[in-house]
């Protein structure tokens, strides 16, 4: 059976971070779908079931006078017995007029932000009056618009399982990985790039991994390292985050940071978290 969601509302109070938001979910999002589309999409969906199963599509004010044909799409809804549920995204206008001083965006309108939201409101009444779920974004943070979608779609969110970590291990000479939210220098680790034996084996390696873990320091490093990860995640969560790169450092990218990264993400791992593991420069120099 196909699960629908169609997110509709003011521009400006969140639809587009409710579509990231389902999508976070595992959900198909389509952004602006054309309601002269919507039957044959509703078709390709029943046919590929699979692919198809959770989907959530926006529709806004650039649909224009197509609006006024909203009611048609519940109906061949209902006659294709499609499981469906309309969330209508709104704030107050000096909310939103804030939001769109702050952004300095103009409106989709083309009007003057005011003239904007006014006519604006009276293009989407059509999908208001048929709303089963009106969320005032005004006073909420992305965390809380989270939490009030996952209860709306009955969604357990337990927090771990939508945030994604990558941990990766990069070399300081080859340049800081560009999408890094968190990064740290291991570089005070004694280097086994010095010792002959291991020169040429990486930190997956046993030999390597066992001559850093008998350094006091990096005992005394990772126990306060790794505590302060595990008290920041469910922090990110609460904000709302869904995706966090947590990159760690050494020199040439193949000893030393390996080795931790392959530590955190396997206590990462141990709590229930989604990690990704990738060693960016493991192989330079080889």
């Known amino acids: 059976m196909v699960e629908l969601y169609i997110i509709s509302g ?3 109070a969140g639809k587009s971070q409710t579509l990231k938001i389902f999508e976070d979910f595992g ?23 699979d692919k198809y199963k959770h989907v959530a599509i926006s529709i806004d004010s650039r649909a224009g006078k197509d609006l006024s044909h909203f009611k048609d799409i519940l109906i061949v809804l209902k006659q294709l017995k499609i499981k469906y549920k309309i969330i209508f995204l709104n704030a107050s206008d000096k909310i939103l007029v804030r939001r769109y001083s702050e952004t300095r965006r103009r409106h989709p309108l083309g009007k003057s932000v005011s003239l ?44 771990k399982q939508y945030l994604n970590i ?88 193949r000893h030393r940071s390996v080795f931790v990264a392959e530590q955190l993400a396997s206590l990462l791992k141990s709590q229930k978290y989604k990690v990704k593991l990738n060693h960016r420069d493991i192989l330079q120099n080889k």
């Open 10 to 12: 003011m521009s400006g």
């Open 116 to 159: 904007g939201i006014s006519l604006e409101r009276k293009i989407v009444s059509e999908v208001f009056e048929f709303a089963d779920e009106v969320v005032d974004t005004s006073v909420l943070t992305i965390g809380e618009l989270k939490k009030t979608i996952s209860i709306i779609a009955k969604i357990e969110q337990s927090g």
């Open 27 to 49: 959900f198909e999002c389509i952004d602006n779908m054309p309601v002269v589309m919507f039957k044959d999409f509703l078709n390709i969906c029943l046919k590929e079931k």
């Open 166 to 253: 990558s941990v990766v291990s990069f070399g300081y000479k080859y340049g800081i990985p560009s999408d890094a939210d968190v990064i740290y220098d291991v570089r005070f680790i004694t280097n086994p790039n010095y010792v002959y034996e291991l020169k040429y084996k990486t930190g997956q390696n046993k030999a390597v991994g066992n001559y850093i873990e008998k350094q006091r320091e990096f005992k005394i490093f990772f126990n306060m390292f790794s505590r302060l990860i595990e008290f920041t995640l469910p922090y990110y969560i609460k904000e709302g985050k869904s995706y966090l790169t947590i990159a760690i450092g050494c020199t040439g990218g």
